[in-house]
Nanobody
Framework: QVQLVESGGGLVQAGGSLRLSCAAS????????MGWYRQAPGKQRELVAT???????NYADSVKGRFTISRDNAKNTVYLQMNILKPEDTAVYYC???????????????WGKGTLVTVSS
């Protein structure tokens, strides 16, 4: 079994900050990419930020300069520091990891259950 558990969501005023964390646990041989996605009410899930094992990062244009993704490979944990939050950032944020459960496995995507971020104006 593999679990991704997010934490750090909540209610914040516009202009404020939050830090999300996601820890992967269970039978894991290696983790390739990790990232954050979000889904606002009535909208499709969208990419927020991703990071590779080597530390390369990718961001959605809407969060560049405000959000920072980071990763602790030793802890199988990915973080999302969110600054200058806007009401349009309100969404359920989901953690994603592409990982191999065993040495002989191919990489597969796993998802957390999500954490709600609400930004009030």
């Amino acid at each position: 079994q593999v679990q991704l558990v997010e934490s750090g969501g909540g209610l914040v005023q516009a202009g404020g900050s939050l830090r999300l964390s996601c820890a992967a646990s269970g039978s894991i041989f290696s983790i390739n990419g990790m990232g954050w996605y979000r889904q606002a009410p009535g909208k499709q899930r969208e990419l927020v930020a991703t990071t590779t094992t080597s530390g390369s990062t990718n961001y959605a244009d809407s969060v560049k300069g405000r959000f920072t993704i980071s990763r602790d490979n030793a802890k199988n944990t990915v973080y999302l520091q969110m600054n200058i939050l806007k009401p349009e950032d309100t969404a359920v944020y989901y953690c994603n990891a592409n990982l191999r459960r065993y040495r002989w496995s191919v990489g597969m995507d796993y998802w957390g259950k999500g954490t709600l971020v609400t930004v009030s104006s």
